[in-house]
């Protein structure tokens, strides 16, 4: 069995229990060393083997995990945060099909939500924003047409931006075509990581505050009136409103 499992943002902590005791369970682990902290694979069995996939391509990736199968082993497939956004996990579920290998999925925490977290804000703050649009801005990565960052910036809702530090000033020019350039904006790099750096601004100086702290990359970037100072309360808690499990006053 192969189990894909999502490593959390970077706090050891931050794997979900399920998640460690797949690790702890597994004969193999192959880990995204680039982002997956060895601290969450520290607690595994004596003798499992240990691959970092980020020197692996997906062939030699596959090819251990079809020895393992083979073998009769257990492989825990470690990514980074919740492997279902940009884990690059479809390709590899393919190939262990056509292998006919079996293999299961154990969700992580994203760094987006992680980044949230960090900035204690709620991307659906009620009046402000009811949606969160994850994307990415397309760098060497196309990105298909109606996905451009203009076009999603149009909605003027909350937005995690993966994979776009490096493209900071590109990024600000296209989110201000729609955004007014006074709209709150956040920038965390490596988000639960001891040396966590977190930049706040308005769309018209974050580029220059994220130079000044020197951020590159492992960088969540985050933008949207949700991140200023006003919001509605939502119904849920409100004394009047009644629902399900609660009669209003
Ligand atoms: C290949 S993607 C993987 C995303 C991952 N699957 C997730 O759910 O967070 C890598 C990008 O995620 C973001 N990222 C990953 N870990 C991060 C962290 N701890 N803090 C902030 N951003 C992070 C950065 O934008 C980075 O360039």
Same mark, same amino acid.
């Given at each position: 069995?192969?189990?894909?499992?999502?490593?959390?943002?970077?706090?050891?902590?931050?794997?979900?229990?399920?998640?460690?005791?797949?690790?702890?369970?597994?004969?193999?682990?192959?880990?995204?060393?680039?982002?997956?902290?060895?601290?969450?694979?520290?607690?595994?069995?004596?003798?499992? &083997?240990?691959?970092?996939?980020?020197?692996?391509?997906?062939? &030699?990736?596959?090819?251990?995990?079809?020895?393992?199968?083979?073998?009769?082993?257990?492989?825990?497939?470690?990514?980074?945060?919740?492997?279902? $956004?940009?884990?690059?996990?479809?390709?590899? $579920? &393919?190939?262990?099909?056509?292998?006919?290998?079996?293999?299961?999925?154990?969700?992580?925490?994203?760094?987006?939500?992680?980044?949230?977290?960090?900035?204690?804000?709620?991307?659906?703050?009620?009046?402000?924003?009811?949606?969160?649009?994850?994307?990415?801005?397309?760098?060497?990565?196309?990105?298909?047409?109606?996905?451009? $960052?203009?076009?999603?910036?149009?909605?003027?809702?909350?937005?995690?931006?993966?994979?776009?530090?490096?493209?900071?000033?590109?990024?600000? &020019?296209?989110?201000?075509?729609?955004?007014?350039?006074?709209?709150?904006?956040?920038?965390?790099?490596?988000?639960?990581?001891?040396?966590?750096?977190?930049?706040?601004?308005?769309?018209?100086?974050?580029?220059?505050?994220?130079?000044?702290?020197?951020?590159?990359?492992?960088?969540?970037?985050?933008?949207?009136?949700?991140?200023?100072?006003?919001?509605?309360?939502?119904?849920?808690?409100?004394?009047?409103?009644?629902?399900?499990?609660?009669?209003?006053?």
């Amino acid at each position: 069995m192969i189990t894909f499992i999502g490593a959390g943002p970077g706090d050891p902590e931050l794997i979900t229990v399920k998640g460690q005791k797949a690790v702890r369970n597994a004969d193999v682990i192959i880990y995204a060393g680039s982002l997956v902290p060895v601290a969450v694979i520290e607690d595994r069995k004596p003798g499992a &083997e240990v691959y970092n996939s980020a020197t692996m391509d997906l062939e &030699e990736i596959i090819s251990v995990m079809k020895t393992a199968h083979e073998q009769g082993k257990n492989v825990a497939r470690v990514h980074t945060g919740d492997p279902s $956004i940009y884990g690059s996990i479809r390709e590899q $579920i &393919e190939e262990l099909d056509k292998l006919k290998i079996p293999h299961t999925v154990i969700p992580g925490v994203s760094s987006f939500v992680a980044s949230a977290a960090a900035l204690q804000r709620e991307f659906t703050v009620p009046g402000i924003s009811q949606t969160v649009i994850c994307t990415r801005m397309e760098g060497r990565t196309p990105v298909p047409e109606l996905e451009k $960052i203009e076009l999603l910036a149009s909605h003027k809702t909350s937005m995690a931006i993966f994979l776009t530090i490096g493209m900071i000033d590109k990024l600000v &020019e296209k989110l201000t075509i729609h955004y007014p350039v006074t709209t709150p904006i956040a920038v965390v790099q490596r988000a639960s990581w001891p040396d966590q750096k977190i930049v706040t601004g308005c769309l018209n100086d974050i580029a220059a505050k994220i130079k000044e702290a020197d951020i590159t990359k492992t960088a969540m970037i985050l933008v949207g009136d949700f991140l200023g100072d006003n919001f509605e309360n939502s119904l849920l808690y409100a004394s009047h409103f009644t629902h399900e499990y609660r009669k209003g006053k």
